[in-house]
């Protein structure tokens, strides 16, 4: 029966390994209500094991009553951060844990929110106003950026094109420091919501604008491409990809016939390229803000790809590589670990509070590209991101940290063969898994889905996360929430 | 621009009219704490529209801070009502509300509980115990059953075979009545996972056990097929379809050579099959148990088929059709009143609470035959259900409400065609979806899919389903949920 305990203590995995000791299962079977030590509860819930003993499987070992109440807060944040899973719904959550943690496992960061709820993110069509029930990633950023839904493709400006103030410029109106940071180009969609209002997302730069939003261009007298608006707007700091698009040439404006990196230099920003920029950078305000773009395009992702194929089902059981490209530019953790750092220690950060955005924006590329290996790491990336979120959050106690989706996705977890893609993996449980890509004949075509997807909130103000919300909701709840602190502050 | 508002009008939909008028959002910007007046609180949570303006589109109007505080209470349940979707994963909840109410709009059952989580629910391989991240119904509800994760095709026995005591089981040695409700084959699995113990869930009656279940049979000394377990576990109500199997004959024990339908009435069971019998009902309790089943195998649906297809996106948009024979059955609807008037009602309810399972079971049904119409109508029946379930449960004030599915499905919403199968139709906002199903080739063999799924409570111990759970920990609040409620009351 040797094989047989290897494979108990596989299925166990690394989840049961990473629980700090005090909190891992009793196996108490009397519901009682202890309270927690800490006033500020993260929950904890990974199955003790064995999963195929009765209670084995269960995450809760005592009434979590007390522990509920206690993450519900008032409302009244100093700080928020927004955590984004670019396409990243429930099945992808479950995908990726089940293979880097295994099935009754646990995400230290993503499953560590108190309180959980659901969200729905329909955009709205730019002709009639009528619910699109499978919306992009700028419409559905546009909607928690400012509260209004609009057009696929359309960056912070309503149906008639109309800009929208974003929940990231209030903040800064407010007094508050401002942080941007994502794994794309910093001037893909989710990024782009917090600081332009451009008709169509694609008007990265001048360039770009000239052809296809000529009313937002700077020579027509509009706010410019998104790049320049990055400028203009000045978070204290953003971090992400998308440096090919500073080597274009303003237009019109001050900074005509100038680089829009030699235009950030000009203006005062910090432009860094490579992580040792990012490490050594010790502040991040309106009188030095940060600029750091640490790739041309997207960000390399975490690991090497694990494309499904037809039949992919069918092949032995892969296990996801590390992609080497990765190691040269930062992780999601560091930039966010920097990002908070830098925000929270700042003047104004300190006194009037801060507004951070993160996404982990290639879990939705690489769901796109039906690339298996590709959306896990970036989940991963996106946990290990909150997880510095929660452990900043949970000391200043009085910020509000948010985790959702943009959007549903493609990838299910089937058992067998399907007409589409699939792929075959082998979990932290020792077990094979397949996961299926069925809305695209090829690899790279895999649609957004409308499925309504999970969204958590730690700290004050986490409560209106829970039930059934929308997505503008988010916008109004950060807002207003910051609002609450700031009236009580002053 | 009549025209215009015309759509504007129907974007708004059947949600918007069907809010209670002193619920409708007040377009107060403002978060503030104000109590409800109810102490038991339920969300509401329809958009006000229109859903293109800034703000329409949200579904909290103000801070919910104190309603989730008032959500959140003691443990102790007298009563617990647990209803499952079968399949009814967040994308088909997603697909059903878009449908009936609109992208803004809200169920009031499925959607009014005001807390809510999600919950994983693999089941274990035979063999090796290791994860199935795809399981079946029979595995999924034996874990809420009984607590103990086991093989696919299991019913209440743990991967060696061995019995689970369940939870209606409990509730009964602990004085409580008992129910268990369903629109399928009252021996398919999930009412099945309830009642009794059997090695494959195919083993309703004495001629499949003795074929597939030998050990499980009365002639060699076991507990019989699922229909006679039932009879044996008595509970005091029990609803659905499954007469067929009745007209089978006892092998063993006090009566063989009868048929099982005679042995129901010979052993005091109130044995109905039609509309009228159920609205006759005054009474049911051990002295008088009611087993009623209202067709030969599953119960109809509500829609007529609307069965996706290769190309089927870009057909016209349809629209679900009643279906007629469902009129001649009784609804989850009324099932549900029925049984909890009886069962709240009767002696021992009266005085010791308690439990009853209901289950929409052909939102799966469907969901694998690709049947889109069918798939909703039969999520529009478990919303009913709930909404009785509430009514009760706010009335009350005694009552844990918990409503989940077992496992996700195939169905998603998607932008167009896709490699699988599709069907396109109108909503209540007057748009067009299409939804796939990608995990077979043909219409009928759709695969159950592994992403977690939503849960929700209401009442006394619904604190226990926020956050990540898994499908075991049910059984453990539930158990605990009344235990506690019987502890304080004796």
Redesign the interface.
Known sequence: MSS?ST??N??LGAAALSLPVALVATGA???N?PRRASASPL?E?A?AG???????????TR???Q???DA????AAKNVILVIGDGM???E???AR?YLK???G?FPGI?A??????L?H?S??RE???????PDSAATGT?WA?????YDNAVSV??NGTP?QTVLQLAKKGGRATGNVSTSEIQDATPAVQVSHVSLRRCYGPVATTASCPENAKENGGLGSISEQLLDTRPDLTFGGGSATFTEVAKAGQWAGQTLADQARARGFQYLTDKAGLASLKRADQDKPVLGLFSPGNMPVRFAPLVATRGGADLPAATCQPEPTSAQVPSLREMTGKAIELLSKSRTGKKNGFFLQVESASIDKKDHAADLCGQIGETQQLDEAVTKALEFARADKNTLVIVTADH?H?S?????A???LDARVR?A???E?VV?Y????TAGGM????????V?GYGP?A??V????????LF??MR??MA?WTRANR
Chains 1, 2 share one sequence.
């Open positions: 047989h494979l108990r596989l299925a079977d009397a519901h209500h929950i819930r199955a064995p999963v195929d003993q009765h209670g084995g499987a269960r995450r809760i009434d979590q009553t522990l509920i109440a519900v807060k008032g409302s719904g429930d099945s959550i479950t995908v089940n295994g099935a009754g646990f499953d929110l108190p309180l959980t709820g659901q729905t329909y709205v069509e009639t106003g009528l619910p699109d029930y499978t909607a400012t509260g209004t839904k609009t309503d149906r929208q549903a493609t299910q977890i089937v058992d067998g399907t007409p589409g979990t449980d020792g077990a898994m299926a069925g809305t695209s004949a649609q957004h889905t409308g499925s309504q997807v999970r958590a103000g409560a209106n829970v039930g059934l919300i929308d997505q503008t909701d109004f709840t207003d929430s609450a």
